[in-house]
């Protein structure tokens, strides 16, 4: 018995677009769905309760930064990470495995695991896919990832072919170690680079491994756009139609639809909260850099459509002012914001999913927001 139920709603007729709802132990995700990056238990500036607000039904956490702090062991002393961060709507957790690969030089990659060396105070460790679902399994999170390697862009064959056929030796490993399927759900996830017969190759042995839900991995590594595209249109047919399919580490406005276009249910992103941090809201006409100066007597909201609290109570040139003094109050704000502004874009694609207008929406949305397609 999984831990989480996917029933497949509706797919789309013009595209490859698909309607769902994903039952999980601490409550219902409906897809196509965005989740908020809340890497140390918390999705910086955001309370929980503004999370709610905003409708974020699923936010991420990071298994290595908390194995390095405040340690695996601490999460689960307090209960879990639900419990620990004051979140009791569903939590997904990546492996470590992307973030062990992107410290570099800092790190060996071996069949028996990786080691590194941390990025906080330079110890040594050893992660390998048993440990990884060790440290997932006390966190305690809803949706936990297999501990892979995400071969790195560009990346001859020879290396991409080595990489995931260990990501598949890696992804059995996982399944064997993981104890908790009936309150956690492991995604397996597919790898092959940007090329399409190792695409094919990785996802026949991870989907004959079987899990209950695929993540396509590998992309958003720094490949143009038209390639990521590519690489999805021929990777999401060879996934189950019944299982959720999750690609990673994507949420610019144009990638998510672009991304539900080509069949993928879940997305997830640091993007909103990173850029918000730095000042820049996403609105409906385009990116607003709060700091610029032809903001400064701007008395219209970051974006005159949308009825969040930061666009119903604060100005841009407000939002400039709180900027350019650093004040902690423009992180908030702007990331209020921009999170509703993707939580609300996902529901306007689920509601043109429902209606069978997703290409008109796609269409109507690029040539507003100011995309050249
Ligand atoms: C779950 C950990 N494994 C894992 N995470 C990832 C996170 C990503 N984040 C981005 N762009 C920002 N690409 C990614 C690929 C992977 C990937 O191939 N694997
Ligand atoms: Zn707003």
């Not at 139609?241 to 069949?263: F, N, Q």
């Amino acid at each position: 018995m999984s831990a989480i139920k996917f029933e497949l709603i509706k797919t789309c007729k013009q595209t490859g677009a698909r309607l769902g709802k994903i039952q999980t132990p601490h409550g219902e995700i409906q897809t196509p769905i965005f989740m908020p990056v809340g890497t140390l238990a918390t999705v910086k500036a955001m309370t929980p309760e503004e999370l709610k607000d905003i409708n974020a039904q699923i936010i991420l956490s990071n298994t290595y930064h908390l194995y390095m702090r405040p340690g695996h062991e601490l999460v689960e002393k307090a209960g879990g990470l639900h419990k620990f961060m004051n979140w009791d709507r569903p939590i997904l957790t990546d492996s470590g495995g992307f973030q062990v690969f992107s410290l570099g030089p800092l790190r060996k990659i071996k069949e028996e695991g990786v080691e590194f060396r941390s990025h906080i105070d330079g110890s040594k460790h050893f992660i390998s896919p048993e440990k990884a679902i060790e440290i997932e399994n006390a966190l305690g999170a809803d949706i936990i990832m297999a501990f892979d390697e995400c071969a790195p862009y560009p990346a001859d064959r020879e290396y991409v072919k080595n990489s995931l056929e260990r990501t598949t030796r890696w992804a059995q490993r996982c399944k064997d170690a993981h104890k908790n399927t009936e309150r956690q759900a492991l995604f397996g996830i597919v790898q092959g680079g940007m090329y399409k017969d190792l695409r094919e190759q990785s996802a026949k042995e991870i989907t004959d491994i079987g899990f209950p839900g695929y993540a396509i991995g590998g992309l958003s590594v720094g490949e143009p756009k038209p390639i990521m595209y590519e690489v999805l249109e021929y990777t999401t047919p060879l996934l189950p139609e019944d299982k959720p399919r999750y690609l990673m580490g994507v949420g610019s406005p144009d990638d998510l639809i672009e991304g539900v276009l080509r069949g993928v249910d879940m997305f997830d992103c640091v993007l909103p909260t990173r850029i918000a941090r730095n000042g820049t809201a996403f609105t409906s006409q385009g990116k607003v850099v709060a700091r610029n100066a032809i903001y400064a007597d701007d008395f219209r909201p970051l974006d005159p459509e949308c009825d969040c609290y930061t666009c119903k109570n604060y100005t841009r040139a407000y939002i400039r002012h709180l900027v350019k003094c650093n004040e902690i109050l423009a992180s908030r704000l702007l990331t209020y914001h921009n999170l509703h502004f993707l939580l609300k874009l996902m529901e306007d694609v689920r509601t043109a999913i429902q209606e069978d207008r997703l290409m008109d929406f796609r269409n109507e949305f690029f040539e507003k927001y100011g995309y050249t397609k």
